[in-house]
């Protein structure tokens, strides 16, 4: 119904409130299904679904993954301030989830790892690189990708239902971590898998009600050069030095290559500085590798990479196209620039492009569909959060704690994955009053930024690792180093002096924020890359007996492999291990009956073949090798020609 005095639709009506009800049972009976389907009790089964899935779950697990509740919300809202550049970011990934499934998970899979600085530690042996690398992997997930997706979640349910922000996230959050702390990983694909058909019917539905009501695709090209805000010219001119630029929409608005120096979203940062983000992103992040590595097998990932790589096409017309007609439909509030105007209707003053997406909903969609696209948005928020959670407790258990504690149990494993789930939730609700206070104005641009100061000294880490023989433990723990020093130098500025807006430009030197952040992630690749080789050329190279199945080069090798962090665990496990501990177990096994030792031997010899015995076996069937590799080509071809067609 109508609220006559803020202008918002809230949803209400019994038609909306049943859909959202249904749609919650049934997410928590399809995640309640797949715990009893999977083995839980060992480590291969609750954090990689025992290695059993086939390629449409890994596919829709990877997209939905991808797809939280902020490319909702950011993807719409740049597309309403700025046009369609920003789905370069979406097409860009066809391109990168094949870079993924041809030549990055083949040596993750020989090299037996469930984790991303695991691998790393296998490569290069010691311990500073894997530490280094868990611990930013989780601070980014954290504070950037949580707090956006519930920030993004949050702006949503204010526009559509008018709680309390707080009531609502809390909500969400604890139905989430219920889901992924019951089920691990099986449940997670399983669910993901339901709530991708959820999103993309639903985004569907209102994408068809949304070109209905603006007169379709023509008419969208011709409008929304004109959508500028009609209560601008009321305001006192003078207050505010505002000029045409701020309020006009751009002249290249349908152009996805824009101006090397002029653009918003410049051509070269779009064509290679989104490649680098995407690589580090799609190639190396723990919550998009653990689906591949959770496939039956390598033709099922690459199947999933394309099923993946088909669905990445979708944003563009159900996010961004939507985004821009919300601002041809309702150009005083989505288009506000005005700081007193843009405060009283989104509680913003850098602008209120964020709300394009809610705003269509609430409007255009009859009861009903309401509450469905309200129940897609709550399904994008937690299918997002559920694999943070997942991957971020796979990280902090195999990688943190059993650094801690080498002589951990799988079951002491898996209950503290658990706890740290629940440790996480706790850090995001205390977040949540930073989020709020959050420059909504900026969403996308504000994960991109940052993003592309942090990501490519890990890109290009992994990237040599996996292709170049010479580089050593040296040469990437320095490349990181440099990279992360370089990222830093230009983020703080930035946050220091403010990013800005049209109206209140930084005050952040050309110097160190003249370079476009995309340009930027560009030289510190190279920058990174540069620096990882030289050292490694400096200092001793490792020998190829540690190298077996752990580069590409020398994947199919039959070799026995001598693993680097051999020693040093032994090492670890010896300090752990106290003699009068020692002591201690061996009496309490002979105290423990025989046959819950027995079963508790068994679980993990079925733990130990899941990790050892499947995971080397990259063989493809001839047919179905050539089979996605054909599709693959085709998928290639697609994306060439909506590039081209819409450069």
């Not at 898996?414 to 205390?430: E, Q």
């Not at 752990?576 to 027995?598: G, T």
């Amino acid at each position: 119904m109508e609220n006559p005095s803020s202008g918002k639709v809230t949803i209400s009506n019994p038609a909306d409130i049943t859909v959202i009800v249904g749609y919650f049972i049934m997410v928590i009976g399809v995640g309640i299904w797949s715990m009893f389907r999977i083995n839980r009790g060992t480590v291969g089964g609750y954090f990689l679904a025992g290695r059993t899935m086939t390629w449409w779950p890994v596919g829709a697990s990877l997209f939905a993954s991808n797809i939280g509740s902020g490319h909702f919300v950011g993807l719409a809202g740049t597309g309403a301030a700025s046009g369609i550049a920003v789905g370069g970011f979406e097409w860009n990934a066809l391109f990168i989830v094949l870079l993924l499934g041809w030549l990055f998970v083949p040596v993750y899979l020989t090299a037996e790892v469930i984790t991303m600085p695991e691998y790393l530690k296998k490569r290069f042996g010691g311990t500073r690189i894997s530490l280094y690398l868990s611990v930013i992997s989780l601070f980014l997930y954290i504070f950037t990708k949580i707090s956006v997706d519930m920030f993004s979640g949050a702006v949503f349910i204010q526009q559509a239902l008018g709680w309390n922000i707080y009531v609502a996230v809390i909500s969400l959050l604890l139905i989430t971590a219920l889901y992924t702390v019951t089920g691990g990983l099986a449940a997670l694909m399983y669910t993901d898998t339901f709530q991708t058909f959820v999103i993309i019917a639903g985004a569907f539905v209102l994408t068809g009600f949304s070109f209905a009501e603006v007169g379709g695709y023509n008419a969208l090209l011709a409008k929304y050069s004109s959508a500028m805000p009609s209560n601008f010219s009321s305001m006192e001119p003078q207050r505010y030095n505002i000029s045409p630029e701020c309020y006009t929409p751009r002249q290249d608005a349908f152009n996805l290559l824009r101006d090397p120096t002029t653009g918003d979203l410049p051509w070269p940062g779009v064509v290679f500085g989104i490649a680098i983000v995407g690589g580090w992103y799609w190639c190396t992040d723990q919550v998009i590798v653990q689906r591949c590595l959770a496939a039956r097998s390598l033709t099922h990932v690459k199947a999933g990479c394309i099923m993946c790589g088909y669905l990445k096409l979708l944003p563009m017309f159900l996010m961004v196209f939507p985004g821009m007609i919300s601002r041809v439909l309702y150009p005083d509030e989505v288009g506000c620039v005005v700081p007193e105007v843009c405060k009283r209707v989104c509680g913003t003053e850098v602008g209120c492009s964020n709300i394009a997406y809610p705003k269509l909903v609430v409007s255009v969609m009859p009861n009903g569909l309401r509450g469905l696209m309200l129940a897609v948005m709550l399904a994008a928020l937690m299918s997002s959060l559920a694999s943070i959670f997942n991957s971020s407790s796979t990280l902090f258990t195999m990688d943190i704690w059993t650094r801690i504690r080498p002589q951990a149990t799988e079951r002491e494993l898996i209950i503290v994955g658990r706890v740290w789930v629940l440790c996480i939730v706790a850090i995001s609700i205390c977040w949540i009053p930073v989020v709020q206070a959050a420059q909504s104005g900026q969403l996308f641009d504000y994960i991109q930024s940052v993003s592309s100061y942090l990501a490519p000294p890990i890109a290009s880490v992994f990237l040599l690792a996996v292709f170049v023989k010479r580089v050593n433990e040296t040469g990437a723990f320095w490349g990181l180093i440099g990279g992360l020093v370089m990222g830093l130098c230009r983020m703080l500025p930035e946050f220091w002096f403010g990013t800005g807006s049209c109206i209140f430009p930084s005050n952040c030197p050309f110097l160190v924020c003249g370079v476009h952040y995309l340009h930027f992630g560009i030289i510190l690749f190279f920058c990174t890359s540069v620096l990882v080789l030289v050292v490694s050329h400096c200092t001793a190279p490792i020998d190829d007996q540690h190298l077996h199945r752990l580069v590409f080069s020398l994947r199919h090798s039959k070799e026995e492999r001598k693993d680097l962090d051999w020693e040093h665990e032994e090492k670890g496990r010896e300090a752990q291990r106290e003699p009068e501990e020692r002591v201690r177990e061996k009496n309490h096994r002979d105290a423990v009956a025989e046959e819950e030792e027995k079963s508790g031997s068994q679980a993990h010899e079925q733990g130990t073949l899941e990790v050892s015995e499947k995971l080397p076996n990259i063989s493809e069937d001839p047919l179905w090798k050539n089979t996605v590799d054909a599709n693959a080509l085709i998928m290639m071809a697609v994306a060439v020609f909506l590039w081209g067609y819409y450069a």
